[in-house]
């Protein structure tokens, strides 16, 4: 295949029957993601190809997946379920954090659970609720667990592999809004690290650090920034567990200013832990107090209320203002 | 009548019937539930259903209280050919888990252990359905396992450590395959699910036991398990200990039918069996078991029994139930029953009794030993086995933390 434009939806599914293709020991589990391939058809036509042995069709009981998908990993098998939206995890949480999460450590290192969860996260898409949130924060404070994100298609290819090969569990959010930019996909490529944050665009007056659906919007401010004289160096972090907080801090010593973007609520947020440890990590270097520009304290809005709730280019750009203000 | 006394009388499985094979479910259905008939039941499970007379038809016995053996056609063949030897294993088994289930407990009143739970009265439960097990079947507890862990060859010590507070588990799960507890009630039934669902895929024809109580059977875990194990025909044997507490609450707080019946609306068989009775849990599990290897699917045990201690040693069972009801169990002792028979058919004479009662001396000696000296871990343990690819910020923390410690050190030394 090489390099090919593909949509990040389809690059999922390109990674997904990649590592069917390559793994015997890979499953996909999920509601509705057999005949129908998803409701966002990530996984079109992989039944149709791999048979429901190996793309189950599950029960509607998201306990039950992420439970099962542990007995399985447990005999040696490599699950990557579905949760089709990200405010459907919640019934599966216990699970996750009680038992994906620990029982590694528990089992003092002598079991592995390679379990993907994918879900489908994030606003912007004018859906009714719990189809918008953004619950990542909720999963990286859980040890054992990995958190990550794409931003574009290259990287849900990649970083799906890399997922899937890991033998710890990992928490996949795809940014549902963006399932249908495209970009170009190298399948021959030699990915970096899947924890590893990339520089999306160099700059040399302030640091953009975002992740997942943000990391457009910050391009697009970068962009917009350039226009009135201002270099913008976008960051796109790509994993919230563990924080590349060695690539923030390079980037921090360079511009000297850092603002924080995601969808989800600022309040004790993935932003926080960055401005926290760059903060301390490079007091001398800032010339701004870390800035963070994201969701509210309050339940993600009707639909046509997202557009105040969303950190848009107008949220970022006067943040950037703000910090290159001190 | 109570339920207390029928477990007495002789099981009305008539000889030559096949329902427990073919769905004891459905047969059992027809016959009237009588769990809640113990005197407290208010509810439509305490009623009877027409023309049911007062025994308990559903459930097995092959052991009565006062040590007699009785036939029961659809179960006998499967301990047809159990020797002395084994009967004597059995009983062997049953003491010494009870020898380190009494020595936990007190360790616990020492101030050894955090915290335990004492699995007294359990005995024929745990070890007739963990002996029923083949080494290459998977076993998953809850936390009160300690006769199934004991009869899957987990050293006994190993359970202490998490009770201990030393480590969150103790032991490698696949050295006797035999899980980690498991303190999230139900939890476990959905991981023994998709694990039997790995043995299926397989194709091997090992088989999965997921041990629960009754109050577990509440969960919605539990719920999905019996629903995906169903759909999926997972190789898989539900155990649910009946111990007729959930903490303070009777089963009667959980389910208004019979607990075994529950699998009938998923459309799998489920037996009740006298949970005192060791012969009949082996009989009844290695049926399920081997329902499970054949293909035939998941299959639903209540073993009835009870909890004659406490919840856990933080609980104080005198709050929610009469002394009375422990001292009818009581005579229904699954140990003391095993020995009647065993002196009854002459399996078993003084020089076997007193010979176990000195290794149950040297177990005791040995578990006080090896808690009294179990060290507790190192702080850098911690930060042990969070991933097991490694993880930068569990390194950075760790490294910060060792540096820490090692400030705190040098600054004693110094003084
Ligand atoms: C999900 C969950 N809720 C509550 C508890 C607290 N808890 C521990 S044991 C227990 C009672 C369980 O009763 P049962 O399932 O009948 O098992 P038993 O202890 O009687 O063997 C409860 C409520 C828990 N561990 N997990």
Known sequence: ?326 | MTVESTAARKPRRSAGTTAAKGGASTAGSKTAASRTAAGKGTGAAGKKAPGTPGADPELVQLLTPEGERVADATYDPYVADITPEELRGLYRDMVLSRRFDAEATSLQRQGELGLWASMLGQEAAQIGSGRATRDDDYVFPTYREHGVAWCRGVDPTNLLGMFRGVNNGGWDPNGNNFHLYTIVIGSQTLHATGYAMGIAKDGADSAVIAYFGDGASSQGDVAESFTFSAVYNAPVVFFCQNNQWAISEPTEKQTRVPLYQRAQGYGFPGVRVDGNDVLACLAVTKWALERARRGEGPTLVEAYTYRMGAHTTSDDPTKYRADEERESWEAKDPILRLRAYLEASNHADEGFFAELEAESETLGKRVREVVRAMPDPDHLAIFENVYADGHALVDEERAQFAAYQASFVDEGEGK
């Open chain 1, 1 to 326: 295949m090489a390099a090919e434009k593909m949509a990040l939806a389809k690059a999922i599914n390109e990674s997904l029957r990649t590592a069917l293709d390559t793994d015997p020991k890979v499953l996909i589990m999920g509601e509705d993601v057999g005949k129908l391939g998803g409701v966002f058809r990530v996984t079109d036509g992989l039944q149709k190809d791999f048979g429901e042995d190996r793309v189950i069709d599950t029960p509607l009981a998201e306990s039950g997946i992420v439970g099962t998908a542990i007995g399985l990993a447990l005999r040696g098998y490599r699950p990557v379920v579905e949760i089709q939206f990200d405010g459907f995890v919640f019934p599966a949480y216990d699970q996750i954090v009680t038992q994906l999460a620990k029982m590694h450590a528990r089992a003092l290192g002598k079991i592995k659970l390679p379990v993907v969860i994918r879900i489908p996260y994030g606003g912007g898409i004018g859906a009714v609720e719990h189809h918008s949130e953004s619950p990542e924060a909720l999963f990286a404070h859980v040890a054992g667990l990995k958190v990550v994100s794409p931003s574009n298609a290259s990287d849900a290819y990649w970083m799906m592999q890399q997922a899937i090969q890991s033998d710890d569990p990992v928490i996949f959010f795809e940014p549902k809004r963006r399932y249908w930019d495209k970009s170009e996909v190298n399948t021959d490529a030699i990915p970096g690290p899947l924890h590893k944050a990339v520089v999306a665009r160099e700059g040399s007056d302030l640091t953009l650090a975002a992740y997942g659906p943000m990391v457009k919007v910050c391009l697009e401010a970068a962009a917009a920034a350039q226009e009135e004289g201002r270099s913008i160096e976008v960051l796109d972090l790509r994993s919230m567990s563990p924080i590349d907080f060695d690539s923030v801090q390079t980037s921090v010593e360079k511009t000297r200013h850092l603002v924080v973007v995601h969808e989800a609520p600022v309040f004790l947020g993935t932003g926080a832990e960055i401005a926290a440890r760059i903060t301390e990590r490079c007091f001398y270097h800032l010339e701004a107090p870390v800035l963070r520009v994201g969701g509210y304290h309050a339940p993600y809005p009707p639909a046509r209320l997202e557009e105040e709730y969303l950190p848009g280019l107008d949220r970022v750009l006067d943040a950037v203002d703000r910090s290159l203000a001190y």
